[in-house]
């Protein structure tokens, strides 16, 4: 187990299925492209760097703070899945008075994931999978709310960079399915078209009670509900790195475009 400011390493019990369910918001879709980045809280990797990186645009809660933004990505091989997130935040904060259990991280500066396996859109089903993660004295703390059995926090790094007012936050992580016990990658490598769907959020905390949080597409801050989640596709399409540790897949071609 790795300890740190920078990072730990925690391993869970693990226990998910992809149907064939339409999502219900049709604005928010992304892409997991397929990719193993060094999972070290250094989001320039190259992998990330031609991920589908995604703003999470929907606030909610009080007073927004001043520069508060955040953006994801994910990423997936034959193991895991990855997810990547930068956080502009001028005050890291979780305190501990507010955050005394990893329960608890919510209240404090955090990212939280969702995901609908079955792709229902069910509200508050009791197989979607949620998890989050936060910083606290230098130590990760993290835990799983929906699902602890179907999760496996086989990496999880977190850099806080006071000078630039930025937080990133990289995991590594294995879902399995309830009914197949099957990973997800092992479910996504025999069906390419697989669909699932998704939301991730962040929190904000500038050093008392929580102030509010930022989501892509929504179905987790105020509510559990998988209707409001957006979908996730996965690209089968190796990346592969140049020499010089450039991207030389198609999509490091098309990164490099925008």
């Known amino acids: 187990m790795k300890y740190g400011s920078r990072f730990v390493t925690l391993a869970v019990g693990m ?12 604005d928010y879709n992304r892409v997991a492209r397929r990719g193993t980045p060094d999972v070290d809280g250094d989001l320039t ?36 899945l990855y997810t990547a997130i930068e956080v502009d935040d001028a005050t890291h904060a979780v305190p501990v008075a507010v955050v005394p259990a990893a329960g608890d991280l919510w209240k404090g500066d955090s990212p939280q994931h969702r995901v609908d396996l079955d792709y229902d859109g069910a509200p508050a089903a009791a197989d979607d999978i949620e998890w989050g993660y936060a910083l606290q004295g230098g130590k990760v703390i993290m835990t799983a709310w929906s699902s602890p059995a179907n999760i496996e926090f086989t990496d999880i790094q977190i850099v806080r960079d006071d000078a630039k007012k930025k937080t990133y936050y990289e995991t590594q992580v294995v879902l399995i399915a309830h009914m197949t016990k099957q990973p997800l990658s092992e479910y996504i490598l025999k069906n390419p078209k697989a669909k699932i769907g998704y939301s991730d959020m962040v929190n904000a905390n500038d050093g008392a009670d929580r102030l509010g949080w930022l989501e892509w597409s929504s179905g987790i801050g105020a509510s559990k509900n998988a209707f409001q989640f957006g979908t996730m596709t996965f690209d089968d399409t190796p990346f592969s790195v140049d020499p010089s540790g450039k991207m030389a897949s198609v999509w490091g071609a098309l990164k490099a475009g925008r």
């Open 15 to 26: 226990l998910f299925v992809v149907g064939s369910a339409v999502a219900a918001n049709d």
């Open 45 to 80: 990797d190259p992998m990330w760097i031609a991920a589908d990186w995604q703003e999470m645009d929907v606030y909610a809660g009080g007073a927004k703070p001043n520069g508060f933004a955040a953006k994801s990505a994910v990423l997936w091989d034959d193991e895991y």
